[in-house]
């Protein structure tokens, strides 16, 4: 009992600051200021984007009663100041959102009276404000600031902070893709990069192929019309989100043939389709054939306009050569143009459309097989998703190019839930699972030491491949695993003083973040008994302390 | 295209019988039965249970309107004759349910005119319009019953078939339990066994120590009511599902402490807990203290009114020896009677309180350390739950006893998502995840040769333990895995030809199960991309075939 009692009173005291992700610099007082309303005004010019998250967060802040697990037997607050309210003002209204837009903000909330949140941008304002939704807690009757006078000063450790959503795997409501990108701002995520097709179905709307969507969609139903897309689009940017689209050729596009067969090479080898692909269905679009050049890039023109971000990812991962080497067209060609190989017609295929798609003035998004595993080279505007290991990001940066990585060791969600083929009792090629400790103890960074090339990772992404996924399960399979990535991305690895922060430090306040997640409706799953969450630190293992 | 068109053929023919766990025999026809309104009646005094159950099915078939994924492309079957009623008559109208009760049913569809359903118990007639319910699918505007005249007769393999359900960890709503019970019966699985009770939490209300629960619970909202618990009961019996409850003695009881510290030992060690339990917080009833034997048996007497089964499980596992061997009161007695070490007091302590749940009248389960790691020897009317290996199962049966099996290296539902312990990169010690092909192709029975001591084997038990689960993740967390062992122990492991089910053979109609668990409500998660579902044999691994 001793201990369960100084457990209680340990939890009976106000909280560190418990934003998450955790602020680069923050200072914070002793005293407590009570909240009877949170009203929040804008100062001068602010431009549509803040004045709609004003609004948003407005609601937010005042319909939530929020008390953190830990301070379960808290009792009510002492508080010494009354809050006057938030005072919001921008530098700039400019409303461009791109790699480069400034996301810092500070925060100052005094013991008594108005508190003010200052940013370059409107999206630092968006970042400011979910800052400051957290900040506001239960008490009582009412709500408090807890520990004030506060003073943020914040900004992200890398410029993309990514989710990737697979839709063609298995089909997923709008609903439930604005859901999501309401849960990526929570964690002050900034890229939702749009795995919107691949061999399984085609949902999307194209107006220069409409028979992709009519033949390849999974049902009338299970599609994004250009007027879902755009809705997309509009509900991410009001959260400081981009929409970075990825239509991956020339591999994973079985779902091409079911319209346009004449493009395509071994499509839908079976049983042996393991020769052709790494999943069923196989399928590549036609290396021998310009009509599949003419193809890929009439999709580029399509949808570089459809999809208004400044980047565009074009695939390329795991592209199969004996595909191609089987293939009547590629047999043919090579046999009448000795030297012209597989290779040889893949680099020319590769350069024949990422030319065109560098020429639409889009910064290309390429996955690393691109790079590494062929002899294109990519033009040095392109930026490379890593997936297979670290040493990729090393050498994508050593080579001049930015990198984003999304690991398949540390960021791919999907793993770890086993096999999916139906007759094999094995395992997955990518487990184990991979907790939220593991997640938040990778450094994509690690061992680049030279300054240039450490500026080149841009950042991280975790990755909702949908095999095993639909909208069933994507709330906990993402939640709150994804947050964890998050901290790690906005955050970085370390403390102003360099100290790496650990999980047994961090894990109150991932709990805290859980909880308010699904106090949000986001439906994240729970990370230890709740007994644990009320506890901190009575759930580590005490050989790693 | 061609294999894709031949697929689409494929599928449009009428499937064979798809009832979710496939009956012991059935015989299908070649015709197919219009449905224009699925009218079910009775013949003869059926009793409550089966009256209620008519009800619930006629709304659960009328209002579905359902087609299996790999029928997406069928056209509307041609039908011969009209469905004309089901008419269903038992031939016992004795409510009693346990492990003697009579499951069998037999269901006859003929291509014109009316259905019946037979059966020796009204359990067994709520079986049999589960499975009546499961051949009535979507056609064209309306409905029908494919390939008739159809004959089933039908019989559980084993006649236990369990849910282990874990509500202290993290707790559950009342909504939780009877949704889970309402897909326990789309499965014809028949024990909820209810583990409401641990370390963690006590939320059930006592009457005999109210102060468990107020002390225990994780709070005012997050408790079960006698009138809870009444109605769990009821919910299930309507649907032929035993409630069998868990209360965990002697181990797994530190919430016992949070209301008596004087009836426990090594109360909540901080740190070190791991030398004390198995996970935090440690605690266990001190078996120097006979006031520990009192307590358990008055919650003995308590409990085995409230919860009306047959059977009783009194928990015993996991106890920690040097949890009692450091306290106090235990080391006092040792020094005090010479050769009472801590053996001597567990099996004088487990003789007490098993003695005492013996007099009761129930049937006793324990877990198997009980009578596996400890002197003690229970009852030859014991029930044992073997977990820590298939070996457990054989040397239970060859000692005598009847063993329910919940072997963590197949039915543990929780394992494979990684450790929980905040502070360790590390995966769970029952690592890896258990796939629904792992779990099919589990045989309780392995290597047991002696009709006897097979017939000794009962059944089968999922668990789901929940330090990692909560209301948010439940029904992906159960669903269709536990559909896979739920058809294991109902159809049995092979047809009547003896012939072993394999996965490949099996996927499909499990695809079918899950999207008919989704459209009735429940979140189940997705085995594939939907595009396997719809093409089955697509996803093989080839090799395996």
Known sequence: MKISLLAGVLAALPCALAVWPIPQTFVEGSSNTQV?????????????????????????INRESFLAPADYRRGE????????????????????????????????VPVDGAATLRAKTPYGAVRGLETFSQLVTANGAGKAIAKTPIHIADAPAYPHRGLLFDTSRNFYSVAAILRTLDAMAYNKMNVFHWHIVDAQSWPVESRAFPELQTRGAYGPTMTYSYGDVQRVIEYARARGIRVIPEFDVPGHTYIVGESHPELMSCLNKQPGWDQYAAEPPSGQLNIAKPESVA??????????????????????????????????????????????DVEFLLTRWYSQVHDHLDQTGKTPYTWEETVFHSQYVPSSKTIVQAWLSHDSVVNAVG??????????????????????????????????FKTWMHIYNYD????????????????????????????????????????????????????????????AEVASRLHEQRFRMVARGINAEPMQPLWCARNPGSCNLPQQQ
């Open 295 to 340: 193809f890929a890039n009439k999709l580029i023109d399509e949808y570089t306009k459809l999809f208004t971000d400044e980047a565009f990812h074009i695939g390329g991962d795991e592209v199969n050569r004996k595909c191609w080497a089987e293939d009547p067209d590629v047999v043919k060609h090579m046999a009448e143009n000795p030297g012209e």
């Open 77 to 108: 607050l002492p508080t010494s100041g009354t809050f006057g309210g938030l005072t919001v003002s921008v530098d700039s209204t400019d409303e461009t959102l791109g790699l480069d837009t400034d996301e810092s903000y500070t925060i100052d």
């Open 399 to 432: 080579k001049g190019y930015r990198v984003v990585s999304s690991s398949y060791e540390a960021y791919y969600l999907d793993c770890g839930h086993g096999a999916w083929l139906s007759n094999w009792d094995g395992n997955s090629w990518c487990d184990p």
């Open 36 to 60: 009877y309303w949170v009203s929040i005004s804008t100062q001068g010019d602010v431009g549509p984007i803040v004045a709609n998250a004003v609004e948003r967060y407005r609601t937010i």
């Open 444 to 503: 994509i960074a690690a061992n680049i030491t030279d300054a240039a090339q450490r500026k080149r990772v841009l950042g991280a992404e975790v990755a909702a491949w949908s095999e095993q996924t639909d909208e069933t399960v994507i709330d906990p399979r993402l939640w709150p695993r994804a947050a964890a990535m998050a901290e790690t991305a906005w955050s970085g690895k370390a403390d102003a003083a360099g100290h790496v922060r650990t999980t």
